[in-house]
């Protein structure tokens, strides 16, 4: 059974950065398919962007040049770095696998607000 456990969120001004970490257990990390997705208050959650083993990354348009993920599968971490964050990025922020098949972790809330 694998575990997420996502940390590294917090409030923000519009333009700073955030670093969230998804730290995941099992051994079958190194080689699935990971991604970050997000949920808005009362919206669905959705994929912001996504890591395969091979570290080729895709982004959602709207984080496109303004979010990088990576991943260290020595530590069984994925991480997702935010700049130029925006008041819509805010939400409640999971890892997961893609698709997501592991059950879904506490999350980490973003707030970004003047």
């Known amino acids: 059974q694998v575990q997420l456990v996502e940390s590294g969120g917090g409030l923000v001004q519009p333009g700073g950065s955030l670093r969230l970490s998804c730290a995941a257990s099992?051994?079958?990390?190194?080689?699935?398919?990971m991604g970050w997705y997000r949920q808005a208050p009362g919206k669905e959650r959705v994929l912001v962007a996504a890591i395969n083993s091979r570290h080729s990354t895709d982004y959602a348009d709207s984080v496109k040049g303004r979010f990088t993920l990576s991943r260290d599968n020595a530590k069984n971490t994925v991480y997702l770095q935010m700049n130029s964050l925006k008041p819509e990025d805010t939400a409640v922020y999971y890892c997961?696998?893609?698709?997501?098949?592991?059950?879904w972790g506490q999350g980490t809330q973003v707030t970004v607000s003047s």
């Open positions: 997961n696998s893609r698709p997501p098949v592991f059950s």
């Open positions: 099992g051994s079958v990390f190194s080689t699935t398919a």
